[in-house]
């Protein structure tokens, strides 16, 4: 089978720090993405791992360990537009298969 | 570029009627994606094309839902008969070299009465 976990929710505030964790059941893996989505838009493509470590753009980080299945999502300098769903997604080789989706709330 | 366009934004309709969705992807892109978004299911691939043909339909529903791709700026997916569970959000996406990078559209809100 294959499937993602993902929490479906988590808080924290201005300024802070956040980390969103994926992991993953699945064959023939190639990446893990990561989107984010605001309320009544569309996903936005925000990283992409295909090997392991840590990818940095900007105050996103995204980090990828093959061997335990596992990926997170790491967000620092927390702002308020950053309120918003996040969702991971599994690269197949013929197929993308997208988590549940975190939805991030930041208080002030 | 204007990103990834579709049309209508927002789609009402009735019980058995067919619905055409449209979308134009990024101009250059080889991969176009329709997705599907409900509260219970998520986001779920339908569909993808490489180079204007069909690649993977495993995700389609039933025969009712079909898509085609006759050029590489036009796309289209159609829904006959339409059924009430059909109400999601459709989104179409594209990209330059496969799964990595996808630019989605705005969506289309369709709602089947």
């Known amino acids: 089978g294959q499937s993602l976990e993902q929490p479906s929710e988590v808080t924290a505030v201005e300024g802070a720090i956040v980390q969103i964790n994926c992991t993953y059941q699945t064959s023939g893996f190639y990446g893990l993405s990561w989107y984010q989505q605001h309320d009544g838009g569309a996903p936005t493509f925000l990283s992409y791992n295909a090997l392991d470590g840590l990818e940095e753009t900007g105050r996103f980080s995204s980090f990828l360990s093959r061997s335990d299945s596992y990926g997170y999502l790491l967000l620092q300098e927390l702002q308020m537009k950053d309120s918003a769903s996040y969702f991971c997604?599994?690269?197949?080789?013929?197929?993308?298969?997208f988590g549940k989706g975190t939805r991030l709330h930041i208080l002030p | 570029d204007a990103g990834v366009i579709q049309s209508p934004r927002h789609e009402v309709t009735e019980m058995g009627q067919e619905v055409t969705l449209r979308c134009k992807p990024i101009?250059?892109?080889?991969?176009l994606f329709w997705y599907r978004q409900t509260m219970m299911r998520g986001l779920e691939l339908l569909i993808y094309?490489?180079?204007?043909?069909?690649?993977?339909d495993s995700g389609m529903p039933e025969d009712r839902f079909s898509a085609k791709m006759p050029n590489a700026s036009f796309s289209t997916l159609k829904i006959q008969p339409s059924e009430p569970r059909d109400s999601a959000v459709y989104f179409c996406?594209?990209?330059?070299?496969?799964?990595?990078?996808?630019?989605f559209g705005p969506g289309t809100r369709l709602l089947v009465l």
């Open positions: 997604a599994v690269n197949r080789d013929d197929k993308i298969i």
């Open positions: 996406a594209s990209s330059l070299a496969g799964w990595e990078t996808q630019y």
């Open positions: 094309f490489n180079n204007n043909v069909p690649i993977d």
């Open positions: 101009s250059g892109h080889d991969y």
